[in-house]
């Protein structure tokens, strides 16, 4: 049994979580074009039951993005961080893509500038998955940012 890391992103489509050996070095990638509520249970179903990890630690971007994925992304992953008596810490999603926008709706995305985060029509940029955690920032308040309040 291997002791693993898990970075979840699920603030656009596709929900992706990546495996991490205990080094932090990225073992593997799973994706999913379903929505995040019934895909991220069938994928921490699969890394929790199949006998192959013991998991160590969750990380999850808590924000911006879809108000629904980080929701789900929240209470799914905190309740597991419970149970299974591992860390658990957020991310910014703009560490997950560059710094690039993040897409807020078909119109608006979040935008990182100097004032703070903004809602401007701009072009979302795509997430994808550090080759190690160690360059991220992690956080230990893992509540959501949902940025502006969620309806």
């Not at 509520?37 to 808590?62: C, H, P, R, T, W």
């Not at 994925?69 to 149970?83: D, E, N, P």
Request: proline share 4%.
């Amino acid at each position: 049994i291997k002791n693993i890391q898990i970075l979840v992103i699920a603030l656009s489509s596709p929900l992706i979580v990546g495996i991490y050996d205990e080094n932090g070095e990225l073992l593997e990638q799973i994706s999913s074009e379903e929505k995040s509520d019934v895909s991220l249970v069938k994928i921490m179903d699969e890394i929790l039951n199949g006998g192959k990890f013991n998991l160590q630690k969750i990380i999850y971007a808590n924000g911006p993005g879809s108000f629904m994925g980080v929701k789900v992304a929240y209470v799914v992953l905190k309740t597991i961080s419970i149970v299974k008596e591992c860390e658990f810490y957020a991310v910014s999603g703009f560490e997950l893509n560059g710094g690039a926008p993040i897409r807020a709706n078909k119109n608006l995305s979040f935008v990182d500038t100097p004032e703070g985060i903004k809602l401007q029509k701009a072009q979302a940029g795509e997430f994808g998955l550090p080759q190690n955690l160690a360059v991220l920032n992690l956080n230990l308040d893992t509540l959501p940012n949902y940025v502006i309040q969620a309806v």
